[in-house]
């Protein structure tokens, strides 16, 4: 249904599409485990866009795995999807807060299992509160629909791919963390995991690719210029890496919005890398 390239949709194009029946709208919004009650899924009880369903970024993931909301198997994934009431046929747009904690990583998680026709709402919540339009509190159900999932290996990487990119650099490595946290120099908020970061990896922090007072996430001549000052080669491959597999997405997105698609995660990230027997971490001002 939608046509442009870009990953983001307007609250204007939404709430002249929440009534079509080719469109199903997702609450992605994701609290990390030591942030403060309400918890994501309360929130969302309270108040969501209409007709709007929720997707449980803890809960659609691989159980078995002891890493946070790793990526589910494929069919899992086209489970709980169909679960949902969304089919391949569908435009999904997804939103969070405003704080882009959750939607990029569901958005990102549906083009994994080959689902293009996805969009993030621009400002999320924040956005479309601030511009009066409705919320309400009512259960959500569509009657189940049939997904089928198609994972898309090269959109993502796991620890060995990693290993060996330190040694080969053939992929940059793109962080999302704090400035702080890549540098090492304030304890890790995931426990057990050391402070630093992948040797020879470059620091966006997510937060510095949208607008805080609107939740609007910048042009794709603004996104050029902070990668550009952070030393990103636009030109050459580009795998992104947070703290546990969330914000890295931010980047990815943003990548997309300056028409760079093929761009990989790497899923565990620092709840991974970071671990006591984890490869060597590098620590220290960049």
Request: aromatic share 8%.
């Amino acid at each position: 249904m939608l046509t442009s390239n870009d990953p983001m949709v307007s609250t204007e194009w939404l709430a002249a599409n929440l009534d079509n029946p080719d469109v199903r709208v997702l609450d992605a919004s994701f609290r990390m485990p030591a942030m403060r009650p309400p918890t994501a899924r309360e929130e969302y009880d309270a108040r969501h866009l209409p007709g709007a369903a929720f997707f449980d970024i803890d809960a659609i993931a691989d159980r078995t795995n002891s890493l946070p909301h790793m990526l589910p198997p494929p069919l899992l994934f086209a489970r709980e999807i169909g679960q949902l009431g969304i089919e391949n046929t569908h435009t999904v747009i997804v939103y969070d807060r405003g704080d882009y904690m959750g939607a990029p990583r569901a958005w990102w998680t549906f083009r994994v299992f080959g689902h293009a026709d996805i969009r993030v709402l621009d400002g999320g919540l924040k956005r479309w509160l601030a511009e009066g339009r409705a919320v309400n509190a009512e259960k959500v159900w569509h009657a189940p629909g049939t997904f089928h999932a198609h994972y898309d290996s090269g959109r993502v990487r796991d620890r060995d791919d990693m290993e060996k990119n330190v040694v080969s650099g053939r992929e940059q490595m793109v962080d999302a963390r704090a400035k702080e946290r890549f540098e090492g120099s304030v304890a890790e908020p995931w426990p057990g995991r050391r402070a630093g970061r992948i040797p020879n990896s470059l620091n966006v922090p997510f937060n510095t690719l949208y607008e805080a007072d609107t939740g609007l996430l910048k042009s794709a001549d603004q996104l050029r210029d902070i990668f550009n000052a952070a030393g990103v080669d636009l030109t050459r491959p580009i795998v992104t890496t947070c703290g546990s597999g969330v914000t890295a997405a931010v980047i990815t997105l943003a990548l997309a919005r300056i028409g760079l698609n093929d761009t990989a995660l790497y899923d565990g990230s620092w709840a991974e890398w970071g671990l006591p027997d984890g490869p060597v971490v590098a620590t220290g001002a960049a």
